[in-house]
């Protein structure tokens, strides 16, 4: 079981792997608790090479990092790096800072940077989100939040509500929760932000029950999970058409409602008023756990990287 | 006593907390002096979030963290925070961030942004600016410099100077002062820029002596604290109007020669031109040394937090 | 042999000091590649203050602080201080946050800014990039390279090509060589960016032969050390102008074809494309081996910094 980099979600279609992760993230929720973390990371030194900048991701990272002993080098504003605009290549970036720590997160306007920047790194890369394509460590905390807040990652009915066409993180549980069985998704958005076709291909060859609509109020009662998405402004034509749209999908009080006593209510975060502030309070709000789990998994992944990679230090 | 959050000077406004706090940060100067400073707060992580750059007062934060052996995250660029520009209220990215640190230093352009900050956090949310509202550390730090190049903080002549409308730290300064004993106020600044009334009526309300002018030069052989603040362009129609009241608030060295030889000049930095860079050398010039206090200071309320806050902590 | 600040290549026109920090950086490459660099920065804390983005710069000065067991404190956007954009004097910013460290990295885009930091610092200033005028760290590299590769540091020619004019790595280079015997320099630039009157004059006073011409061809044979750097095409009226130039001076396989087999590239980089991607993985390209010696240089000189200025912390 090889992890050399975190490039993409496909890297953890294991059953096994995914397992070995969420344990070793349970036990760290566990040692955080105690103020017993291990300084197992103590001499490393990570690298945050942000390339626009997500202060939530880079924070938990970081924070990941420094919980385990290790330290820190960091950049917000790689953009702006004088070599970038100089017209320097990122592979020439990721070549120098490789010498300089010994893992780098990369976050990157462009699909597909991360895997550009792994065939040159001497040190291991972790795809902090590569523009519309992957975000791995995003879709490894949101399952592992179905697991710690449902109890299981099998038999499960889902809603995926919101934009389901550019919804990166959507993308990348559907590749997850084909592992498991009897999982059951109702797909819900306005017409012009379904699922892309590939993905519903995928669905059917794993024999992944699903549906679609753009009636939320109709699944509510339905689900075990509800994975809301924010909906994008700049996705519509007009204010006006957006606006319409938005409101049908906008999760209120009244609406949470109708949901089952045992529902959780997840979302990737920033929201922006797709799910009301009025139901934080309520115990089925799941989303600030799922940012909290965020930490543990990172956690979770550093440590594995570097048990996996003795071989692919600067010391030999 | 209880010290959860640090959100306005009116938390400290009991001598007893005021010792104590002067008290530690002595004792951090002394064990800064022979190396020997204890790291209290080895596994905590300070976050700073500003979401207006201080570079002064971030770094004296991060220093204060580090030589009590925590560690720190960082963004001076919390204002492009992807989460903010897209719409996230500043309660939710308080919300996430404090999972992942156990101290917030906050720095905000909204008034109250502090407050709203400590409903929601988890961990302590310490206010470094918000806005044209508090900056408690800095007043705290004030009152310090006063006591050590002083000796007391009562039987005190102080005169401040400058712009007494806008200058948050004068307003603090006053607060604090109201605490001890024959306090005599000499307020000087230009017509525009008067000290409002409200704080006026706190003077009267507190048996405070004080007077108005605009004559700098009149008060100068008064007084045992000159507390000198920068006058900004931006407040006058013209900047010949600017120019002309600019240059009758400008210590002189001169006009310092007509100052007691105990007489301390302070500064809550950054200077322009108001006090003469020749008199930087002069013993009596006390600004430098007050941003060295600041460092001290939040050493020692950065212990106090830890050690008043222990139900506080992410570990029950 | 006095080393209170790092300003200028010119501190370091001395053989013996030369080998004292080349002994350390090559120590501390056999110290990290086990894993056992000492951790003698302990509680000490450097400071970035980079008034313009230098991502690699930067990071491999904190990640060479971080491997000594210190700890460090940053901005890459210092221009942007409140207290910079309000008017403050560099001299003013050095004084305050030379309290919150032990040792400050400058990045300035001012000629003598570092200069102007020393007089008034109260710890020791590295000049990390005065605008056009010094890095001196870049040029102890950049000789540490040539001593590492090639085995000796006299007894060489060296071909220098690109921009002779602008180019500071050059000049601060041609001073070190200044030191030693039997050097011969073959100079190859467009007759628009050639080497300044004042450093031919320092080659002719120093006895060292030296060449000028524009083809790049015919002394690609004849030299140990090819020293690349890049043409800016800000340096040119017209686009046409600039790309005709450009092309003819780029290392293309088939050029590196005709030097030795001994021969090394050098470059500062970044590297526009001056240097061609498929020279990457030949041996002859040490120009990613150069950026790794940056590391271990600057880990030798923040030890000799603190050996060397024990007089000068902020303990007495």
Redesign the interface.
Known sequence: MKLKHILTTKQFLEKKLLNEIFNIADNFEKT????K?PKILK?K?L?C?FY?????T???F??AM??LGG???S????A????AA????L???I???S???DVIVLRHPEIGAAKRAAKVSLVPIINAGDGSGEHPTQALLDLYTIKKEIGRTSDLKIGMVGDLLYGRTIHSLIYLLSLYQNIEIFLVSPKKLKLPEKYKLFLKKHKIKFSESDNFESIISKVDVLYIT?IQKERFQSLKAYKKVKNSFILSKTLLNKANKKTIIMHP?????EIS?EIDPDNRAAY?RQ??NG?YIRMALLRLLFEKNKIFS???
């Not at 955080?32 to 103020?35: P, Y």
């Not at 702006?80 to 070599?83: L, P």
């Not at 975060?269 to 008023?273: A, D, I, S, T, Y």
Request: a positive charge; hydrophobic letters at 25%.
């Open positions: 955080e608790k105690k103020n973390t001499d030194i690298s090479l626009e900048p997500s202060t939530r880079r924070f938990s970081e924070s420094l919980k330290q820190v080098i950049t917000e504003n790689a702006h790096f004088s070599s100089k017209g320097e290549t592979e020439d970036s070549r120098v800072v010498f300089y720590c924010r975060l920033p929201r922006v008023n502030q600030f940012a909290q930490l600067h010391n030999n």
